[in-house]
């Protein structure tokens, strides 16, 4: 049991950090609001310092209002990473990994709406 708690919480943590690095480059691929990898410049190039052009619903808020849809993406990761059924590691960490775009899309049509990011 321990050890299967222990296992399920490194796998949650690979998929964590998976979203954690590539969530701008997510970001970017939704919105197409022009954010790059953390290793380009991030932000540097986003829409919200263009005057006058919808800005990025993730970006817009600041940085307390990007860790929303983070966290968001990341507890159904978590939920996919302890479901208590048993799983192959490899079909856990795969489908806790899977999640991302699939939650990360869910959660970026429900911003792009609220905000009327794509009218």
Do not use: E, K
């Not at 860790?67 to 990473?81: E, R």
């Not at 856990?92 to 609220?114: D, Q």
């Amino acid at each position: 049991m321990i050890a299967r708690r222990r296992r399920n919480t490194v796998i949650f943590a690979a998929a964590a950090a998976v979203t954690s690095l590539f969530f701008i480059d997510f970001c970017a691929a939704v919105f197409r609001c022009g954010c790059v990898s953390l290793w380009r410049g991030a932000i540097a190039h986003c829409n919200i310092h263009t005057a006058g052009t919808h800005h990025c619903p993730w970006c817009a808020h600041g940085m307390a209002a990007s860790v929303i849809p983070w966290a968001l993406i990341v507890a159904a990761q978590a939920a996919v990473s302890f479901l208590p059924r048993p799983m192959h590691p490899g079909v856990r960490l795969a489908s806790a990994v899977a999640v991302f775009p699939v939650a990360g899309g869910i959660v970026a049509v429900g911003y792009g709406l609220a905000t009327g990011y794509w009218r």
